[in-house]
C-alpha cells in the first residue's frame, strides 16, 4: 500500500500543490516510522522481562562446575538453589524435593511442590507432557524457594536434569505465542478486498474517463499530464492516507497501553476488542469467598449394626483444643494421608490438605531428603512416612504409608473422592447410608473426601505398587 501511496502523490508534487502533497507525505512517513518504533520498543520490552541470565552448578566430566546458564544443553544435570532463585530452563528432579513459586508462569498464587521422579518404574520412559509430569518438573521462569536433596547431594540441595532450553520451554512456548501470533480471521477482515476490489472498478472507469476528458480539452496533451489527472481522479475514490491514518489510531492506542504496563507487538488486535460483546471469566476467588473451611469429619459407628456414619466431628477451631483423639486412626489418617510440607514455618501445599492438616494440630517435621515425621499435639504419638504416592487426577486418590515409632505396624490411609474410596473398599466395610450422607454434604455444597485404611504386612511394604495398596 506504500508503493500505491507514492504513486498517488507524485501527481501533487508535478502540479505544485505543496501543501497537499506536503502534508500527505508526512502523515504517510510519521505513520510508517511510528509504527516501527512501537513495535520495536514493545519487542525490547518484552525481551526484558522474558531473559532468564543467571548461573548454576552443573555436572560436567564428574565434576561440578559454576557455568552460565547460556552453556547449558538437555541432558545436563544442574543442582536446584533456592533463596528464590529463578529456573533457567525446563528440568524434571532426579532427587530431593524442591517448593516452587509459579504465579509468574501459570498465576497460580500458592507455592508448588515438586517431588523427583519415580524409581519404582524405570523401564518407562519419562514423558515431560504427560498430564502427571508437572509434579516432577520445574519450569523455566519460575522460582525455586526451597531445595532439598539427599546429604551427599550438593550442598544439600535438589538434583535435576535439563529438559528443554531456549524457546523450546514453556516459558520460550509462551513467549513465541506473543511473538508471532495466530492470525485472526474476521469477517470485516475477508470482506475488506471485495471492497477493494469493487473501489478499484469504480477508480479504473474514472481513470479512463479522465484521461478521454483531458484528451478532448487538450490537443496531443503530455503523458505527465494525463497521468497526474487521472492519478487524482483514483486518488478521490481511494484515498492514500486511509491506511495511514488506521496505522496512527492504532499506534496511539498501543502507546496509551504501554504507558499502562500493557506491551502489544500487534497493533491491529488491538481493534479486535471493539468486537468483544461477552467475556467468561474463570476464578473462583473473585465470585466466592477466599480460602477454604475444613468444617467436620464423620466416622463410621462401629457400635451400629449394620456400621453407620456417626455424627460429625467439629475440628478444632481458632482458640480451641481439637477434640479427636490421637490415637484414632481417623485422626491419623487427616493428619498423615497429605503432601503438605512446611516452609518457613508455615505448611505448603494444595489448600484442601493444608486446611485438612491443620485442623488436626499435629506438627510435621521433615529432614533433609526424607519423608516426613508427624507428631501428635500431645507428643504422645508419633508417625513416620514410609511411601506417598501423591494425587493422582486419573485414579482420584492418593495414599500414604505410615508407621509408629513405638511399634512396628504399618497402615495405609487412602484419600480421594467418595465414589472411588466406595469402589476400592470392601463393600462389607461400607455403610448403607453412605451415598446419602455424602450426596447430603454435596447439595449443600461441601467438597468432600473419603478416607479408607487397610493394615500391611512389614515384609511386603518395599515390593508393594500403588495399585496393590489401592485395592
Not at 505544485?16 to 510508517?32: E, G, L, M, P, R
Not at 520498543?41 to 557455568?67: F, I, M, P, Y
Not at 520445574?138 to 536434569?161: C, I, M, N
Not at 479512463?208 to 487521472?230: D, T
Request: glycine share 6%; with cysteine; hydrophobic share 40%.
Amino acid at each position: 500500500f506504500y508503493v500505491y501511496q507514492l504513486t498517488i502523490m507524485w501527481p501533487f508534487f508535478y502540479w505544485k500543490y505543496w501543501k497537499i502533497s506536503t502534508c500527505s507525505a508526512t502523515v504517510v512517513a510519521v505513520s510508517a516510522l511510528i509504527t516501527v518504533c512501537v513495535k520495536r520498543l514493545n519487542a525490547k520490552s518484552l525481551a526484558a522481562l522474558a531473559e532468564v541470565h543467571t548461573t548454576c552448578r552443573v555436572l560436567r566430566d564428574g565434576v561440578w562446575q559454576l557455568l552460565d546458564s547460556y552453556r547449558l544443553v538437555p541432558g545436563d544435570c544442574i543442582v536446584v538453589e533456592d533463596e528464590h532463585w529463578v529456573l533457567p530452563c525446563d528440568v524434571a528432579v532426579l532427587r530431593g524435593t524442591v517448593i516452587m513459586d509459579e504465579s509468574g508462569l501459570t498465576g497460580e498464587s500458592l507455592p508448588q511442590v515438586k517431588i523427583c521422579l519415580p524409581t519404582d518404574t524405570p523401564q518407562q520412559p519419562f514423558d515431560p507432557s504427560h498430564r502427571d509430569a508437572k509434579k516432577h518438573v520445574l519450569f523455566a521462569g519460575t522460582l525455586a524457594l526451597r531445595s532439598e536433596g539427599r546429604a551427599q547431594d550438593p550442598s544439600g540441595k535438589a538434583v535435576a536434569v535439563v529438559l528443554t532450553t531456549g524457546m523450546s520451554t514453556s516459558r520460550g512456548q509462551l513467549i513465541a505465542g506473543i511473538l508471532w501470533p495466530r492470525p485472526l480471521v474476521f469477517k470485516f477482515d475477508q470482506q475488506l478486498p471485495v471492497l477493494f476490489s469493487l473501489l478499484g472498478l469504480v477508480a479504473m472507469g474514472y481513470f479512463i474517463a479522465a484521461v478521454r476528458v483531458v484528451s478532448r480539452r487538450w490537443e496531443n496533451p503530455p503523458i505527465p499530464v494525463l497521468w497526474s489527472y487521472a492519478q487524482a481522479t483514483v486518488a478521490g475514490v481511494i484515498s492514500p492516507v486511509i491506511a495511514s491514518l488506521l496505522v496512527v489510531g492504532q499506534s496511539a492506542a498501543s502507546k496509551r497501553l504501554r504507558n499502562r504496563g500493557i506491551f502489544c507487538l500487534n497493533p491491529q488486535r488491538i481493534t479486535v476488542s471493539g468486537k468483544v460483546r461477552c467475556m467468561c471469566f474463570d476464578k473462583t476467588g473473585t465470585l466466592t469467598k477466599t480460602g477454604l473451611e475444613f468444617i467436620s469429619v464423620c466416622p463410621i459407628s462401629d457400635t451400629a449394626r449394620p456400621k453407620q456414619i456417626g455424627d460429625p466431628i467439629e475440628v478444632a477451631k481458632e482458640g480451641r483444643p481439637s477434640s479427636m483423639d490421637p490415637k484414632e486412626l481417623l485422626t491419623q489418617a487427616l493428619a498423615t494421608c497429605h503432601s503438605v510440607t512446611m516452609l518457613d514455618g508455615h505448611p505448603i501445599g494444595n489448600e484442601v490438605e493444608v486446611n485438612m492438616f491443620t485442623a488436626t494440630r499435629w506438627s510435621l517435621t521433615q529432614a533433609s531428603g526424607a519423608l516426613p515425621v508427624i507428631t501428635s499435639p500431645d507428643g504422645e504419638v508419633g508417625l513416620s512416612m514410609v511411601k506417598r504416592f501423591d494425587f493422582d487426577h486419573v485414579l482420584a486418590t492418593m495414599s500414604v504409608v505410615v508407621t509408629c515409632a513405638a511399634s512396628d505396624k504399618f497402615t495405609c490411609f487412602c484419600k480421594g473422592s467418595a465414589e472411588r474410596l466406595k469402589s476400592l473398599c470392601d463393600p462389607a466395610t461400607v455403610p448403607p447410608d453412605f451415598d446419602a450422607v455424602c450426596d447430603a454434604y454435596a447439595s449443600q455444597g461441601f467438597y468432600v473426601l473419603a478416607l479408607g485404611h487397610k493394615s500391611l504386612d512389614s515384609r511386603s511394604i518395599s515390593d508393594l505398587q500403588r495399585p496393590q495398596l489401592e485395592s
